[in-house]
């Protein structure tokens, strides 16, 4: 099996793809000191540094491709011109590339507020322009946390494959036993799926789409959740001391009020009177990280680690998304962050492909008959 990885950044999919044993035969990001990351680890072969604009052609055949593509308005979003609605964009290349190689498999991997961009607008288009193409499009909302990382990071994933039958890889049966049999009946039967373009303000976590048309739940239980791991279990015994800001934060706790609760399985232990803006609050470490991101002021928030105060490390940042430690060695710390923020987390999207390459699909329609006839 051959790989192609689109916006590839640090290699969060290469990494899987490696460690599933698929061959990754070509791999492109614009940024330079990603690019950098890329090569220094996994060798100069096959990656290529650039604008995918200009490098489409040069896509070789593959079996799987891989994108954790940038979120970029699109103009024409729901006027159901199908490719043609997301032109100009590098959600283009995506499908232009589909289009030409039809590889058996895509993952893509994106933010998850693309279920509910442009009152649903957005998502639809991307449903459409890639169930336009002949894929068998299935979605589902994951969390880094379900995967043995210390982070609340929710990340949408949507796949596709050839298969036309109602199919899902993403749920198991015991992920869809929370569903009424009405819902079964209906998402087991593409004849019973909606218009894309009549689609609601904000997509559901879980859902499936074919040739225009879609179904979609929410689905509350991840029964292949992994063991669950604190942010203590992966910080660094004794860093540096430019991490510390112990003095400065004692000061700015007097300007702040006690929280101690825990959001999303973050730890909250003081916020800045008068806004609860996460930049502003002070963290535990009982708890997991909230989501890491590129943007600076967010790799200087403050932990509490003891009895002192100090941000994460760039080890930390690693390990948190999933990395090895001294995956982006070479790179100045500061980028690290940044680095390590835009990235996909290995296990995650590991787990979506060994679902795909082990064929793990379940048919539905059986179940839906079943739930018909009852
Ligand atoms: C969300 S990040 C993907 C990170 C990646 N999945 C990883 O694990 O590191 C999006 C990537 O798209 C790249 N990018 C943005 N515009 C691009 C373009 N025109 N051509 C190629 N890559 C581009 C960015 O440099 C960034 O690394």
Redesign the pocket.
């Known amino acids: 099996m051959k790989a192609v990885?689109?916006?590839?950044?640090?290699?969060?999919?290469?990494i899987a793809c490696d460690e599933l044993g698929l061959e990754t035969v070509w791999a492109?990001?614009?940024?330079p000191k990603?690019s950098r990351v890329y090569r220094d680890r996994f060798g100069p072969e096959v990656h290529v540094e650039?604008?995918?604009?200009t490098?489409v052609d040069s896509v070789p055949d593959h079996d799987l491709l891989?994108?954790?593509?940038?979120c970029q308005p699109f103009s024409s979003a729901g006027k159901k011109l199908g490719i043609e609605d997301v032109r100009g964009t590098?959600f283009e290349?995506i499908v232009w590339v589909l289009n030409k190689k039809k590889p058996r498999y895509f993952v893509l991997?994106?933010v998850k507020r693309l279920l509910s961009m442009d009152k649903g607008a957005h998502f639809a288009t991307i449903l459409d322009a890639l169930s336009d193409l002949g894929y068998f499009v299935e979605w589902r909302l994951l969390n880094a946390v379900d995967f043995s990382l210390p982070q609340n990071r929710e990340r949408i994933v949507i796949i596709g494959h050839l298969d036309k039958a109602p199919l899902t890889y993403l749920c198991t049966e015991q992920d869809l036993s929370g569903l009424t049999d009405r819902q079964m009946a209906q998402v087991g039967n593409p004849d019973r799926w909606s218009d894309i373009r009549d689609h609601s303000a904000k997509f559901l976590n879980w859902g499936m789409a074919l040739e225009g048309r879609f179904c979609h739940a929410n689905i509350e239980s991840f029964s292949e959740s992994k063991p669950f791991v604190k942010l203590d279990s992966v910080l660094e015994r004794s860093p540096d001391r430019s991490f510390f800001f112990t003095e400065d934060t004692l000061a700015r706790i007097r300007n702040s009020e006690v929280v101690n609760r825990y959001f999303n399985g973050v730890e909250i232990l003081y916020n800045q009177k008068g806004g609860a803006r996460m930049g502003y609050s002070i963290f535990g470490t009982s708890g997991v990280a909230p989501t890491l991101t590129c943007t600076t002021s967010r790799h200087y928030e403050r932990y509490k680690v003891g009895n002192e105060f100090r941000r994460l490390t760039n080890v930390e940042y690693a390990r948190i998304q999933g990395f090895p430690d001294h995956h982006c060695q070479g790179i100045t710390r500061y980028d690290q962050y940044s680095?390590y923020g835009?990235?996909?987390p290995?296990q995650l999207v590991k787990w979506v492909i060994a679902r795909l390459l082990q064929g793990a699909g379940r048919r539905l329609d059986s179940r839906a008959l079943q739930c018909e006839l009852l």
């Not at 492109?28 to 940024?31: A, E, L, R, S, T």
């Not at 650039?50 to 604009?53: L, P, T």
């Not at 891989?66 to 940038?70: H, N, R, Y």
């Open positions: 990885e689109l916006f590839a950044g640090i290699g969060g999919f290469r492109n990001d614009i940024d990603a650039g604008d995918i604009a490098l891989t994108a954790g593509f940038p590098l290349k991997e994106n680095l835009n990235a996909v290995p």
